[in-house]
DNA sequence: CACGACCTTAATCTT
DNA sequence: AAGATTCCAGGTCGTG
């Protein structure tokens, strides 16, 4: 037989391959990448993204009225479900950037360009402002840098009640369920960048969509063809950002090199990113549903460790802006872990502190100084540890059930260890405070629900709010 | 135990 | 305006 020429090692890999192909041929998923990223939907979404943004909606309904937005969001309509290219889609003949990028580049073991990444077409502004934003951004990088990773400055001073949510700061940025938001850590810009459930990851340069006419500040990509699970910039690297998704790569967007290169790849699905603190050469992510996390070392392009942390997949991975030794981890199998990286345990790092959850947790996350972590599970509570070695656990009821087409909530903290930000079904944002205390922050512009937030690491009061809808709804402090 | 059928949920698409 | 479709969650329950 010819599996016995094979190695252990190798068998696996070869039945993973085939596992992998079958439920992706199953779920179709190659043809749906492509139909989104035609020209002609391109156009449609990048239209669509403008009258979105400049009349949100009229709102003849004064207080909630989701079916009004809903019918204005398809005005434009779809065009009849063309015939899709199918896998052996042909390389294009010119090399137009309104071009979607063939799936051959996408799932080949290499460097895409972000011109051949770029859903953009000529009716939309050109990304070299972009690049040339970002390009600028990196260059004033030191500035950015601060003790510990930890914002200093005016933290603590948020007056809830001055949050408001203005009409232009609405917008439809990409299609599709957004997973993943994320500011950039620049201290005097708002960059967000987001990504979807189809692999496009979208920047959004909030500053250039005011100032200048024409552009939108909006800039859609194709770099990956599943959906994207992760990010990670650091503040003294801004011109980096990696970005993981479920079919298993991870790259790494060089806005000096133009280009989306391949860094990592694996059969397995990659769940969640993260970096360590100021490791510029360590990725850390999530692998498969057997809770693994994978420590690579991107200089040589090797993993410096893995271990197996949970028994279901890991949904989230942070570390502690105080103590970059302490790493929480958020998993499936119902609990949530500090992980001490000093102390390793039988091949594995030893847990300080485990969470129990009754249902999937999809969150751990520290707090800005470190001292608290907050946990979002399924089961309909948001955990908050806190005091010394995180020793008292307080579970606050909350409504978390989100089923199957809203992302799971995730409670994030706002600029000090005071309260957290999380999705509330009656599209509002629910603020809770560590004394148990809940606010909601709500307006009429919010016409879906907001499922995965990010705050301005320099600007307080600056929080993103995205929805399962492709939109984004940028709450600023008045 | 493994597996599948079925349920939940909201936004979008189609009729 | 209303019904159909979405679909990489995750739980429950029934069957082989």
Known sequence: MASQSLTEYERKRLENIKRNDEMMSSLKLHSKALQLSSSTNNKRLRNESKVYKTSPDKKPKSKTAPIVIRRSLRSQGLPPETSFQDDNFSS???????????????????????????????????DRVLIDTVKDMSDNAPLNVKSGGVVVGNEGCLDLGSMILKPENIARVMPGKILNVEFFPCKDRTMIVAGNKFGNVVFWDVESEQDEGRNDGIYLYQPHRAPVSGFSIQPFSLSKVFSSCYDGFIRLLDFEKESF???YSTDGTIFSLSQRPQDPNGLCFSEGNNGMVNFWDTRVGKSSSSWMLHDSRINTIDFNPENTNLMATSSTDGSACIWDLRHTDAHRPKYLKIVDHKRAVHSAYFSPTGSCLATTSLDDHVGILSGADFMNTSMVFHNNHTGRWISSFRAIWGWDDSYLFVGNMKRAVDVISTDRDITTLQSSDMSAIPCRFAVHPYKVGTLAAATSGGQIYLWTQS
């Open 261 to 263: 290169d391949l860094v």
């Open 92 to 126: 294009p003949t010119k090399n137009s950037p309104k071009t979607p990028p063939p799936k051959s580049i996408l799932t080949k073991l290499g460097p895409l360009t972000m011109k051949q990444a770029y859903m953009g077409d000529d009716s939309s502004a050109s």
